[in-house]
């Protein structure tokens, strides 16, 4: 592969009779096409920019409030025919034609902006989200028909974009008040007292300043929010990523389309750059609650395309990271001095590691997309490469998994010029990243553990054969398996399962496989190679490769995964009994979590707030009051059946509308955390906040939507269901724990935790959340056979 001859696109020639210059008819067609198709791309994104700036209105309507107003014109000019002189009427008409289409212009802005903000104030009504499931009001039924009426017809993603409204700022006495009543059952009465205190101090004192300002804040930004989450939350940190940042998300459970490695990764990578069209151009469907109210699309348009850049930060004057978020060991993306998120618009190639060798690989020929089974050729051709890795290219991408800082130390550095600065560009440049492992993974009933290992290798792999700063890294196994490794900065996991359950929908249903297991499709054997990149690598820096592949090493081996399929019901029989399948199993793990742990903790669940513009996620303290009593009910053995049934209903009731608060913008933690950052810009001590924002979340806890476009029917297609996906453990002594309601009758459970802590285990954790569930549908074991909740 690497001695492969590149297609030369003019060949010139000094002979003594004069220069001769001979072109390639093939490479200047290419070059030809490529640039028919980046116009033709403009264009499209030209048009499509258009359509989403005046939705819900749209350039027709323009057209008719146009002729409208000219015809309103003509008929007054055929009066004024009769009654004056031609070459008058005809001075006069031109005049006034002019003026009827400026003013039926205007009209028509107008018009877009009322729609627009009509519609806005309508979605900022969210009553209709605490009513009862199945009970809807007549205020509400009016409004969904408003929704409906303004909302247009077939909107763009990015359509109602302009129209979301902002993500509301919580009264300072609100989120106190809720704060103590999330904390009050985890306290003893003389700690509870303390924090009382602590939170009237600073009700009384520094809150209203450090509100105004950011009422302010949340008046002139499109979400008060978003970037101090993305910046102090993700980019901020100095610590590897790997683990404990990123990301996973598995593939289909039980199926396999086809054993043949090259032949999965053609069909996948394709469907992602069908996918990425459709992105491009705006083409998929907004995604809408209840299939009506939209969402916000904007954290999609960093999908592809996009790498973290480390770098060293400065300034200690900034505010500094805080433990507020689902993972408290965070890092910063840095371009040397400045922490950014590298997003390109539009790239043409993909790099591929192998074996310790990366490939850039081209994606596209003649101004189209490579067809499946030409990618499948591509992917064999670095298979049946031979040649070694050159000194220090086979664990660079251990940078990545370690520490921050020497990482960008090293980039700037070693990889700042010549073929090192080419190579590196390649990488980071690419439309993502993609892995030809040398290993087989996936599930296997028949294999114990088969689920966590498969885990474990999506998670951090062998720590230098994953790229953790690109926004995504897809891994192809020898036997078919695929499965994604994301970085979290530049989205949340719900925007990752949207791109992959299109990309596996395509590649089962629409594209397919031979007979043999190839991708379908004639092959263009005059494809260029991959090209292989070339490093030289100083021994410095294959020592710093080394120092970082070591700490990434002890941070993977440290990593307790237990996957766990509970098939005995599903979200089918859960909403039998009119209760949330999410509160539900939120209540089995606070059950599980106190037979295991012996008490209870403070519990995270990561809630979404895309109803409002660039809106990401927001706490719900899952331990309640309401939680702790049911638990302790269910404990007690004096305790009865019914006592228990209404200690759930409480507690479910309470959890849900507890969800429910923060997805309308009226949670806790992202209130508190944006006080904590205006605090430190303004240089005010709060203790109060410091100590809020420094309780660890020993139990962290995320639900991954399954079925978000509905592509599949999993009633007609039970075995094409997808595993979800999980991450990291959280607390050095707690547990990460990332549920899927698959269908109606499975749930899946990635739990982690860590080795070196004496107080956890995964295993035994998911034996104790499994043991809950049953125990809460039947109720508990020894005691009357009577049923609990069915």
């Known amino acids: 592969m690497a001695e492969a001859h590149q297609a030369v696109g003019f060949e010139f020639t000094v002979r003594p009779d004069g220069a001769d210059i001979k072109l390639s008819q093939e490479v200047i067609k290419n070059i030809y096409l490529s640039g028919v198709t980046a116009w033709r791309k403009r264009a499209i994104q030209f048009k499509n920019g258009v359509l989403a700036g005046v939705y819900p209105a749209s350039p027709s309507s323009w057209l008719i409030v146009v002729i409208a107003m000219i015809s309103t014109l003509l008929l007054y000019f055929i009066g004024i025919l009769f009654c004056s002189i031609l070459k008058q009427c005809s001075q006069k008409w031109t005049k006034e034609e002019q003026h009827a289409i400026l003013f039926a212009t205007l009209l028509w802005l107008f018009l877009i902006y009322l729609l627009r903000y009509s519609l806005k104030a309508l979605l900022s009504y969210h009553a ?124 289909l459970l039980y199926i396999t389309p086809t054993q043949r490695q090259t032949a999965r990764a053609g069909n996948v990578v394709h469907a992602m750059l069908q996918y990425r069209r459709k992105l491009e151009r705006g083409e998929h469907a907004p995604l809408r609650a209840l299939g009506i109210v939209p969402m916000c699309s904007s954290q999609m348009e960093r999908m592809f395309n996009t790498t973290r850049i480390p770098g060293i930060e400065t300034g200690a004057t900034r505010p500094q990271r805080v433990n507020m978020c689902l993972h408290p060991m965070l890092c910063y993306v840095q371009c040397y001095l400045l922490n950014i998120v590298q997003h390109l618009s539009d790239r043409k190639h993909l790099v591929v590691y192998h074996r310790g060798r990366f490939f850039q690989v081209w994606l596209y020929t003649g101004g189209r997309h490579l067809l499946p089974s030409e990618l499948e050729m591509q992917f064999q051709r670095i298979l049946n490469d031979t040649s070694e890795p050159q000194p220090g290219e086979l664990k660079l991408a251990a940078l990545t998994a370690g520490n921050r800082v020497p990482w960008a130390r090293a980039r700037l550095k070693y990889f700042s010029q010549g073929v090192n600065k080419a190579s590196l560009q390649a990488v980071e ?332 285990d995964s295993f035994r954790f998911g034996q104790n959340i499994r043991k809950a569930m049953l125990d809460i549908q039947t109720n508990k074991p020894g005691y009357s056979k009577s049923f609990f909740l069915f």
């Open 429 to 760: 440049s690419s439309a993502f990243f993609l892995t030809l492992d040398d290993e087989a993974q996936g599930y296997d009933p028949a294999k114990t553990g088969s689920l966590d290992g498969y885990a474990k290798s999506l998670l951090h792999g062998k720590c230098y054969d994953r790229w953790f700063d690109k926004s995504f890294t897809l891994i192809s196994y020898t036997n078919g398996k695929m499965g994604i490794n994301t970085e979290h900065s530049w989205a949340d996991a719900p925007i990752i399962g949207h791109m992959w359950e299109y990309v596996l929908a395509t590649d089962c249903f629409h594209l397919g496989y031979t007979e043999e297991g190839h991708c379908k499709g004639d092959v263009n054997k005059g494809i260029p190679p991959p090209a292989r990149l070339e490093w030289q690598i100083p021994k410095e820096c294959r020592e710093t490769i080394e120092t970082s592949y070591v700490l990434a090493k002890q941070i993977a081996d440290d990593v307790d995964f237990h996957g766990c399929l509970f098939s005995e019901f599903g979200k089918g029989l859960i909403k039998k009994c009119r209760t949330s399948p999410d509160a539900f199993i939120q209540l089995a793990l606070q059950l599980a979590q106190f037979r295991d742990q012996g008490g209870f903790c403070l519990t995270y669940e990561s809630s979404m707030t895309r109803m409002f513009r660039e809106g990401r996620t927001e706490t719900v303290r899952s331990c309640t009051s309401e939680a702790v009593a049911f638990v302790r009910a269910m404990e007690e053995e004096d305790k009865t059946n019914g006592t228990r049934l209404e200690l759930f209903r409480k507690a479910a009731d309470k959890h849900q509308n507890m969800y429910r608060l923060a997805m309308t913008g009226s949670g806790i933690d992202r209130h508190l955390f944006c006080l904590y950052i205006m605090s430190k810009y303004l240089r005010m001590d709060s203790p109060f906040l410091k100590q809020v924002l420094s309780e660890p979340w020993k139990l962290s806890t995320s639900q991954t939507p399954q079925q978000q476009l509905n592509l599949v029917d999993i009633n007609k297609f039970p075995r094409y269901v997808g595993a979800g996906g999980g991450f990291g453990p959280v607390a050095d002594d707690g547990y990460g724990v990332s549920y899927i309601i698959v269908g109606e009758d499975l749930i899946t459970f990635h739990i982690s935790s860590k080795f070196s802590s004496s107080e956890t």
């Open 128 to 251: 209709w989200i605490f009513e009862s499931h199945g009970k809807m009001s007549s205020s509400t039924k009016l409004w969904l028909s408003l929704i409906k009426m303004f909302s247009g017809r077939r909107p763009l993603l990015y359509s109602f974009q302009a129209s979301l409204p902002r993500l509301p700022l919580p009264s300072v006495d609100d989120t106190i008040d809720r704060y103590l009543e999330s904390v009050h059952a985890l306290l003893d009465d003389k700690r509870y007292k303390q924090m009382e205190t602590l939170a009237n101090d600073f009700r009384n004192t520094s809150a209203p300043q450090l509100q105004r300002y950011l009422l302010l804040k949340s008046w002139w930004a499109t979400n008060y929010v978003s970037d101090w989450w993305e910046e102090y939350i993700y980019l901020r940190g100095r610590s590897p990523i790997m683990v404990n940042s990123n990301f996973y998300v598995m593939d």
